[in-house]
């Protein structure tokens, strides 16, 4: 079967770095993504990973390793406005994406 | 770019009646169209992907007679819940995919049966 594991939830500081991991079985593997969704609103894109390494954006990276089904979410200077959970999703090789349940961060002053 | 709408934002609705629920892709042609359902606190469902001109593959355990997907052009789709039961109350989302990868997320359909 196919499955992606992410923690239930997460707990942080404003201003701190978190780190999100997501681990992924899948059948065929055509891309990782990452979605922040904020309560009772849609997913909103944040990056996509198709090759090994780390991609980059402002505040926000994320990490692939291809031969261990690894990816993880970097956040910096976390601000209250980052509390949200990060969806973490793969496109198998019918280019189906297969959702993780997500990782629920909360953020504290 | 890459902007997707639904209509209606939010609907209430009797118990056993129908409710239409509305796609579009704004400023590009998606091939390919998902409807999700994502109860409170847990993660989004396929529900079914939809390809403009053909018939709706549906997920495992999605009633196709009661959740009607209709995908009639490259910018539309539409998703119609029939005999609507307040089990059916949630989060509905679609998204549209232009090429092979990302989705490109509506902002969502919250509706509530009473």
């Known amino acids: 079967g196919q499955n992606i594991d992410q923690p239930t939830e997460m707990t942080a500081t404003e201003g701190a770095i978190v780190q999100i991991n997501c681990t992924y079985q899948?059948?065929?593997?055509?891309?990782l993504f990452w979605y922040q969704q904020h309560a009772g609103e849609a997913p909103t894109f944040l990056s996509y990973?198709?090759l090994d390494g780390l991609e980059e954006k402002g505040r926000f990276s994320s990490f692939l390793s291809r031969s261990k089904g690894y990816s993880y979410l970097l956040l910096k200077e976390l601000q209250m406005k980052d509390s949200a959970s990060y969806l973490c999703?793969?496109?198998?090789?019918?280019?189906?994406?297969?959702w993780g349940a997500g990782t629920k961060l909360i953020i504290k002053p | 770019g890459a902007v997707v709408s639904q209509h209606p934002s939010w609907v209430i609705c009797k118990s056993g009646t129908s409710v239409k629920i509305e796609c579009r892709s704004l400023d590009f042609q998606a091939t390919t169209m998902f409807w999700y359902r994502q109860f409170p606190k847990q993660s989004l469902m396929l529900m079914a992907t939809?390809?403009?001109?053909?018939?709706?593959?549906?997920e495992q355990g999605v009633e196709k007679d009661k959740f009607l997907i209709n995908h009639a052009s490259l910018t539309l789709s539409t998703l119609t819940v029939t005999s609507a039961h307040p089990e059916d109350s949630s989060f509905y989302i679609c998204?549209?995919?232009?090429?092979?990868?990302?989705?490109?997320f509506g902002p969502g359909t919250r509706l509530t049966v009473t």
């Open positions: 990973n198709v």
């Open positions: 999703a793969v496109v198998d090789s019918n280019y189906q994406l297969i």
């Open positions: 899948t059948s065929g593997f055509n891309g």
């Open positions: 939809s390809n403009e001109g053909s018939k709706a593959t549906y």
């Open positions: 998204s549209a995919r232009q090429g092979d990868y990302e989705q490109y």
